[in-house]
């Protein structure tokens, strides 16, 4: 080869090595270009405001009840690990981080018609006057343990009813009427059952109940005899009766690392009702009001009489199966419980946010849920699209947060100081929208954003999304909940 030939070969090689070079810094500028412009903001940009927010939030959870009941008595160990990780492991599961563990009341074995529906006969402790059996409700128990490991740091134990003999119908089901189901005589006993279980459970298994909640749905008169779960009825007056029963419970026993939550209605409009009729005694009794939000409407009533008062607030139960027939695939149990973890955030305010069970029962053929398994038979499980829905929120915002509301009303953002993470989370069910956000009052040096997106063809789909120096811009699909995680970003001073 002759000099000339090679010296033209070398410098083609220099050539194509250097636009390569340049090429790839010109796409690195050009990747980090949105990091150092700005967005044109309008009045159509969603502001997220840190003096908007409020503090104080604990994290997500769930009641064990039923799925507990029965998944801990499986034999398959391995199957009962995969659950547990879904539902509890920050990494590879949803990271839910409180529990709520239901006291069961015990069925009448002797009843001639057990109604209760599968997992729904939770053992109770006495099954008999007088007579203890603490290796009852193993299922429950070993789920409770299990999910303790797995990172859980807030437990409360919970009642649907008390023992069947302490009952008016000597059934755990409710009153043949849907009236009070405790017996005048019996309320005392019943304290002392449910502060024996907290005292045992703290003794024997070494699990502290942070608080106790001897109602459930109590001014709801559908607790009739029949019912296919446990549920008592309590008149507001047997409501304030109970609560300082086990008030006085819990103090001779010396068990003060455990206090009192309530009353658990149905709707926010009961609970507020309730606990407007409550007298002072069973107020300052209340260390811990719990509300599921089902229905009603005075969420921003409930939020202002739990901080005049002092008290704790927690969203202690919702869930939804949506509008569709079975189909784990189902999107409209994903919008509607996108709609109310977000209204409920935004307005409600609660330090806490527990969905009714994360495994339902396969066999009830709806949409509740976010795993599934037939609780009659087998030992299998499926996800449903609502887990990932889940996930969108639980995964990303985190305990300690500070939630902020937005100004958009399908939004809600949180920032959690000690991980510098921003999670922004909106719910869209028209059609692909552009959506803006303002991060103003926030500085980072970031370039790209995640993203994770649960639509009718995604699975919690991650990607990356550029950042604007004030903010960020992205399209949300039709009938879907994303979520943008910002990293390393603080608020300005």
Same mark, same amino acid.
């Given at each position: /080869? ?11 090689? *220099? ?26 903001? &309008? ?11 409020? %503090? ?30 879904? #539902? ?5 599961? $949803?990271? $839910? ?46 789920? *409770? ?40 005589? =019996? ?67 010396? *068990?003060? %690392?455990? #206090?009192?939550?309530?009353? %658990?209605?149905?709707?926010? &409009? ?29 969420? /921003? ?13 927690? /969203? ?14 189902? /999107? ?14 935004? #307005? ?6 527990? =969905?009714?069970?994360? #495994? ?27 887990? =990932? ?10 305990? &300690? ?6 100004? %958009? ?27 803006? =956000? ?26 990356? $999304? ?7 811009? $992205? ?19």
């Amino acid at each position: /080869m002759s000099a000339g030939k090679r010296k033209i070969i070398i410098l083609s090689i *220099l050539v194509v090595l250097t636009a390569a070079i340049w090429g790839g810094t010109m796409i690195n500028r050009s990747g980090n270009k949105k990091a150092s412009e700005l967005l044109t903001l &309008d009045e159509s940009t969603i502001h997220i405001q840190p003096e908007a927010g409020y %503090d104080g939030f604990e994290g997500w959870g769930t009641s064990l009840a039923w799925w507990g009941h029965v998944l801990g008595q499986w034999s398959d160990q391995k199957k009962l690990d995969e659950v547990m990780d879904l #539902v509890f492991d920050p990494e590879k599961g $949803l990271g $839910l981080n409180i529990v709520r563990y239901n006291i069961g009341g015990g069925e009448d074995p002797h009843i001639a018609n057990n109604t209760l529906r599968p997992g729904g006969d939770v053992p109770g402790f006495q099954p008999e006057e007088g007579k203890w059996d603490w290796e009852a409700d193993p299922g429950q128990r070993k789920v *409770l343990l299990g999910a303790l490991q797995r990172g859980v740091t807030i437990a409360e134990a919970f009642s649907n009813s008390p023992p069947y003999w302490m009952t008016v119908s000597g059934s755990v089901t409710g009153a043949v009427d849907g009236g009070n189901n405790l017996k005048d005589e =019996y309320y005392e006993h019943f304290a002392d059952y449910l502060t024996e279980v907290v005292k045992q459970y703290k003794e024997k298994w070494g699990v502290t109940f942070r608080t106790l909640n001897p109602l459930n749905e109590p001014a709801s008169a559908w607790w009739k005899k029949g019912n296919i779960q446990e549920g008592t009825h309590f008149s507001m007056d047997k409501q304030m009766e109970i609560i300082q029963k086990v008030s006085e419970s819990l103090q001779s026993k010396g *068990l003060s %690392d455990t #206090v009192i939550s309530g009353p %658990d209605e149905n709707s926010v &409009d009961e609970t507020l009702e309730m606990l407007e009729g409550y007298d002072a005694a069973t107020i300052n009794s209340l260390a811990q009001i719990n509300t599921h939000t089902y229905n009603g409407s005075k969420l /921003m009533e409930i939020r202002d009489f739990a901080q005049e008062k002092g008290k704790h607030l927690w /969203m202690s139960e919702y869930g939804t199966g949506g509008s569709e027939s079975h189909n784990h695939e189902d /999107m409209s149990s994903v919008m509607e419980l996108g709609e109310r973890i977000i209204f409920d955030l935004r #307005v409600l305010q609660p330090a806490a946010w527990v =969905y009714w069970q994360a #495994v339902e029962d396969e066999s009830a053929k709806n949409n509740w849920g976010f795993i599934h398994s037939d609780f009659s038979v087998g030992e299998n499980y499926e996800l449903t699209k609502q887990y =990932y829905a889940m996930a969108n929120f639980s995964k990303f915002i985190l305990p &300690d947060s500070l939630i902020i509301p937005t100004d %958009d009303g399908r939004t809600v953002a949180a920032f959690n100081e000690a991980k510098q993470q921003l999670t922004i989370v909106t719910r869209n069910e028209q059609s692909d929208k552009d959506l803006t =956000y303002d991060l103003t009052p926030f500085e980072f040096d970031n370039a790209i954003a995640k993203i994770y997106q649960t639509s009718a063809s995604k699975n919690l789909e991650e990607s990356e $999304l550029p950042l604007y120096k004030n903010g960020v811009q $992205l399209t949300v699909g039709q009938q879907s909940i994303t979520t943008i995680v910002i990293s390393n970003i603080r608020i300005k001073d």
